[in-house]
């Protein structure tokens, strides 16, 4: 397993659409397993393949909360089969666009059909937070992150400021300055 270099908005390979896998084979077993290992150094929840610049519909999650612990997930393929009308809201955060968080609304329960790391088709009922990743999550294999679903005004100022983020920290690394520590993560709200 190897820990992957995790992108960050505006990057342009965030915003593709990623290609289903044929099967579930060795390289995708290779690639779900990095993408693990990467998602607990962030550390964060969920992860999708294109989060780490590979455009295949894969993601992972493994939630370890007081009220909910899945254990690691593996996803190939996923797709939402069925969703509630009922709607829930939380404050999502996002390992690509770091240390900022907001509140999204998403149907509270839905059902996802995908290929387990055994190549198996599963299908699994969602809701409370595991439905929010499992939606978050596809949503970047379309090449939508959830700052797509806020208001243009805010998601522009986060934009703006993960690029002056960028840009202070491209030009400390050119003067040969030591990185920033990062910043402690809100303990409410997930990176997925
Ligand atoms: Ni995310």
């Known amino acids: 397993m190897a820990i992957r270099t995790i992108l960050t908005a505006p990057d342009p390979r965030l915003k593709k659409k990623s290609q289903p896998v044929a099967s579930v084979d060795?390289?995708?077993?290779?690639?779900m397993d990095d993408m693990l290992e990467t998602m607990y150094?962030?550390?964060g929840i969920g992860l999708a393949a294109p989060q780490i610049g590979a455009l295949k519909r894969v993601i992972v999650l493994d939630?370890?909360?007081e009220d909910v612990k899945t254990g690691p997930i593996f996803m190939a393929n996923p797709e939402i089969i069925e969703a509630s009308d009922e709607d829930a809201?939380?404050?999502?955060?996002?390992l690509s666009v770091p240390e900022h968080y907001s509140d999204v609304v998403r149907p509270a329960k839905v059902t996802v059909r995908y290929l387990d790391r055994d190549g198996q088709a599963k299908e699994l009922a969602c809701e409370g937070l595991l439905a929010t990743c499992v939606q978050h999550e596809i949503d970047h294999l379309d090449g939508i992150l959830f700052i797509d679903h806020i208001s243009s005004l805010k998601r522009n100022m986060i934009?703006?400021?993960?690029l002056k983020a960028r840009k202070e920290q491209e030009r400390d690394e050119a003067e040969g300055k030591p990185a920033k520590p990062k910043t402690k993560k809100k303990e409410s709200a997930g990176a997925i």
């Open 89 to 94: 809201t939380y404050e999502e955060g996002c």
């Open 63 to 65: 939630i370890d909360r």
């Open 26 to 31: 060795a390289e995708v077993r290779q690639l």
């Open 41 to 43: 150094d962030a550390p």
């Open 159 to 162: 934009l703006r400021k993960l």
